[in-house]
């Protein structure tokens, strides 16, 4: 499986920033982590594996849209509202069981890196 991000970059406190990611195949369940060095990856939002819904994590609530281009096999992900605390390599993922407390993907992309300055 191949996962190709691109999007990321530099942007001011409050500025946005659209990830995108085209996978070598499709997924139900696919969606975008991230991670701060020296700290564990963590999940940003996915499409659920049962119905194909859109999960975030708490911090991306209301900032974040994920979306997806079925027939491209890519998915997106739209960032509003920028804070400092949102700088971390960010990276694709499929194959994710669950969405919510402790997930995980069984496949990640080589990530992009969202640097958010203030």
């Known amino acids: 499986v191949q996962l190709v991000e691109s999007g990321g970059g530099l942007v001011h406190t409050g500025g946005s920033l659209k990830l995108s990611c085209v996978a070598s195949?499709?997924?139900?369940?696919v969606g975008w982590f991230r991670q701060v060095p020296g700290k564990q990856r963590e999940g940003v939002s996915c499409f659920s594996s049962v119905d194909g819904s859109a999960y975030y994590a708490d911090f991306a609530e209301g900032r974040f849209t994920m979306t997806r281009d079925r027939a491209k096999n890519a998915i997106f992900l739209q960032m509003n509202n920028l804070k400092a605390e949102d700088t971390a390599v960010y990276f694709c993922a499929a194959d994710i069981p669950f969405c919510g407390s402790n997930w995980y993907a069984e496949y990640y992309g080589q990530g992009t890196q969202v640097t958010v300055s203030s």
């Open positions: 195949e499709y997924w139900t369940a």
